[in-house]
């Protein structure tokens, strides 16, 4: 006789989750893996090239088979191995050059397999009734799913084979053959040397067009501008002393990279946990398909990975692992810096170790910098780079390079951004000047939006205060002069993905909110369409998309601040049964 459970809606829900976890994770790592055993083997990039869709192909398809095999780890395992040892076979044969880097298939595939059986078993009991009474959204919730597997199978596909005409949204070489980990490995590279400023803007030529960077970063071509303190140079200056092989260090980030952002989105959802984790946990895709994420990866921007450390040491420090979440808050405060708004809610809230452990960490990280980069690049930093930042002239990209100064204004979402756009329309009234007064008041609403969530989101439930950091740090985001739409966005992203089970009954705000999800994830009026779009247009979706993200995350910070107490509410409920009691008495 079958099994109950393996005939039920929750058990199919579960080995289909199952299924599309393994065969995402199994294709990025075995991409990630095979760079480096390519670099090992001294196998050139040219010669793994032509088998970077069958190692996609491949991966997806032996992982997804494999993890069907739950709940058994064992027979995971086993199955795994086999169906890997299967598809390096295949490979070797269509690509026998390839053979090498494609016995990464096996250890990516067991590993995704085993990861996506653990955590489709972990799906709680409500899965099944959730399915039986939304089985339309079901399967939408597959068919985009679906989509997330296959963008993510081209973009891993692409990141091996540079070559392949797999542009995620738009064939523009500016986005499309973008990279801002070069900007981390050449600054790396320049501050080895000896170089005292590695922020000049003379050593890039996305500032100044004349540049012509040496480097010996074997695939490497430096364009951006370093923008980071100098703490951040400690993991590129790390990368390079292991290989010049760019090239597989960009794999191996982007393996690092995915697997940071998706564990911090899954653990979020863990954390809260009910019908909204679980909600939040299965949105999951949308977020995963939407372009801001996909072109982080691809850029190989440390924006997501920024957000993703503050959101996990907000769980951690919840949990009352303080010293863990500390250490990781420090992590991002020192590469992106916004995330140090953080702080403010953790001190009205008390939470000392909290901020102790953030404090101790990031003198730690300062002094090992400090020891290993030499005191010039801090220096510089103060001295050169920071009235940069704070003026916006360090992302001054449209004063560079003209004929892509169009495309800058509409792809700066922040609050200079909007001034920007306003003056590039010809709004009466509005200059340039005005973007330090959009600036301030930027970062008013962002300080008290976290005062506001320090003072009442501490009490409230787990979604709420979800909801609340999400949109905290995403208004942070955008206080920057270069707030880019390649990938500033997908926090609005993960927001909605809380914030729509939340407004789903509200006949205004859904309308809203899924209009808001359109905008920023489909990146409408940022990223170049063609020749034909009148860049008028462009620049009205674009302020749209803008004041909408704006919106968002302010609407996310309130919903959070006004969620019913959670202290108050048990309270309450113990209020009659005390008056029981005392009557009883």
């Known amino acids: 006789m079958q099994n109950r459970d393996e005939t039920s809606p929750r058990f199919a829900v579960r080995r289909i989750a199952a299924a599309l976890i393994a065969a995402t994770a199994a294709i990025v790592w075995t991409h990630a893996l095979a760079g480096v055993l390519r670099s090992a083997a001294g196998v050139t990039p040219e010669a793994l090239a032509p088998a970077a869709a069958w190692l996609s192909l491949g991966a997806g398809i032996a992982a997804a088979v494999a993890s069907l095999a739950a709940p058994v780890r064992r027979r995971v395992a086993g199955l795994g191995g086999f169906a890997g040892a299967v598809a390096v076979l295949a490979i070797a044969v269509l690509h026998p050059a390839a053979l090498v880097p494609a016995l990464a298939l096996v250890p990516a595939t067991i590993g995704a397999a085993l990861a996506g059986a653990a955590i489709g078993g972990r799906m709680p009991a409500d899965t099944e009734r959730l399915v039986a009474a939304h089985r339309v959204l079901a399967a939408g919730w597959i068919a985009i799913a ?80 370093y923008q980071y303190v ?33 564990g911090a989105v899954l653990a979020l959802a863990s954390w809260v946990g009910g019908r909204r984790g679980l909600a939040a946990g299965l949105l999951t895709p949308v977020l995963l398909a939407a372009f801001p994420v996909l072109h982080n990866f691809q850029y190989g921007q440390f924006h997501f990975a920024a957000i993703a450390l503050a959101v996990l040491a907000l769980v951690l420090v919840a949990r009352g692992r303080s010293a863990f979440g500390g250490a990781l808050l420090a992590a991002a405060i020192l590469s992106k810096l916004f995330p140090a708004i953080v702080l403010v809610p953790w001190l009205l809230q008390r939470r000392w170790a909290a901020l102790g452990w953030t404090a101790t960490a990031s003198a730690v990280l300062s002094g090992l910098a400090f020891a290993t980069l030499g005191s010039e690049v801090f220096t510089a930093f103060v001295d050169y780079h920071l009235p940069r930042l704070l003026d916006g002239r360090a992302f001054a990209f449209g004063e560079a390079w003209p004929e892509l100064a169009g495309l800058v204004t509409a792809g700066n979402q922040g609050a200079h951004g909007i001034v ?56 942070a985001s955008l206080t920057s002069p270069g707030a880019w739409a390649d990938y500033v966005p997908l926090t609005c992203v993960w927001a909605l993905v809380w914030m729509l089970p939340a407004v789903r009954r509200r006949p205004i705000a859904m309308p809203l909110a899924v209009a808001s999800l359109a905008l920023q994830a489909t990146l409408v009026g940022t990223m170049p369409l063609g020749s034909w779009v009148n860049p008028r247009f462009m620049l009205t979706v674009s302020l749209l998309g803008s004041l909408a993200m704006f919106a968002t995350f302010a609407t996310a910070v309130t919903l959070a601040v006004r969620a019913p107490n959670r202290e108050a509410r048990r309270a309450s409920d113990a209020l009659p049964e005390a008056r029981t009691a005392i009557s009883g008495a």
């Open 230 to 262: 100098p703490q951040f140079l400690l993991l590129p200056r790390l990368a390079i002393a292991l290989t010049s092989d760019h090239v597989a260090i960009r794999l191996l980030w982007f393996g690092l990279n995915v697997t940071l952002c998706l």
């Open 146 to 225: 679906l989509l997330a597997v296959v963008q993510v199978g081209r973009l891993s596909t692409y990141m091996s084979d540079p070559t392949s005409d797999w542009f995620l949204s738009t064939r523009h070489p500016f986005y499309a053959k973008h990279e801002c980990l070069n900007a981390y490995v050449f600054a790396a590279e320049l501050n080895r040397r000896g170089e005292p400023n590695v922020y000049r803007a003379e050593h890039y030529p996305g500032l100044n067009p004349a540049a012509k960077p040496e480097t010996a970063m074997r695939g490497m071509a430096p364009e951006d501008p």
């Open 420 to 475: 920007h756009k306003l003056v590039a329309l010809g709004v009466p009234g509005i200059d340039a000047s005005m973007t330090r007064i959009a600036g301030a008041l930027a970062n008013l609403a962002v300080l008290a939006a976290a005062i506001a969530i320090g003072l009442r989101a501490g009490q409230r439930g787990r979604a709420a205060r979800a909801t609340a950091w999400l949109g905290l740090l995403g208004l």
